[in-house]
């Protein structure tokens, strides 16, 4: 009984202290709008996808107000696999012809989004599902590659149906599909949509889940994560090559979203469990955080 007792003590210490730790973090974002990426292997796994939707209600029950944005690659591929379409890429791009758009939107927009919604509202939270056409949200262009179709580029974002539904304790979930002035539908890159989003709604934090522990030093060692930086720092990194691959577009879209007013982005391992709460409410984190400029770090 003694045992079980100082079990049950220490665990509530240690429940106590973190709460203690997140309090100033919650203070100091009460009321900010956080952009969350939501893609790789935290949307493929189940627990963590529990964990990440928890997550994003915390964040909604304490103050803040969550945006999360999502892709959803892997199911697109499975339904088009389903459907007798092979999928194609050029250049890390999806080639989406016109049977292939319908299927992204289908994928998208009535199954992913409205997974999400209904897994948020499950665990309390109020989710509303949106993609770039509901309220003008998203305008769309033309990416300007030959040979990929439908790909799209944010024109212009609408951000007033999002505040509408943040101001009144909503948590938008948006799918990264939106249409031109024709009504031609798109598939953009859910993280650029994500940042264009965040520069326009003036979030104070853009976070991007991704498969990897942030930006490294040298990509075959973990060990050589870097922990923070700035816009200038992030370029020189995609210059000297340290940044490569993958990487570069995701780096790139947090510092365009840091030079139009985003105070901080974010690029984290969404396979460590609860890890928009570990980078958002403790003192170390766990990524790389990207800031505007040395002083605002």
Sequence with gaps: MTNDTEYIHQDAATRVQVLSEALPYIQQFAGRTIVVKYGGAAMKDNNLKDQVIRDIVFMSCVGLRPILVHGGGPEINSWLDKLGIEPQFKNGLRVTDAPTMDVVEMVLVGRVNKEIVSLINQAGGSAVGLCGKDGNLIKARPQGEEGIGFVGEVSIVNTRILETLVSHGYIPVVSSVAADDTGQAYNINADTVAGEIAAAIGAEKLILLTDTRGILKDHKDPSSLIAKIDIQEA???????????GMIPKVNCCVRSLAQGVRA???????????????????GGIGTMIASSQHTL
């Design 265 to 283: 982005a974010h690029i984290i391992d969404g396979r460590i469990p609860h890890a928009l709460l570990l980078e958002i409410f403790t003192d």
């Design 235 to 245: 370029r020189q990194l995609i210059a000297t090559g340290v940044v490569k691959g």
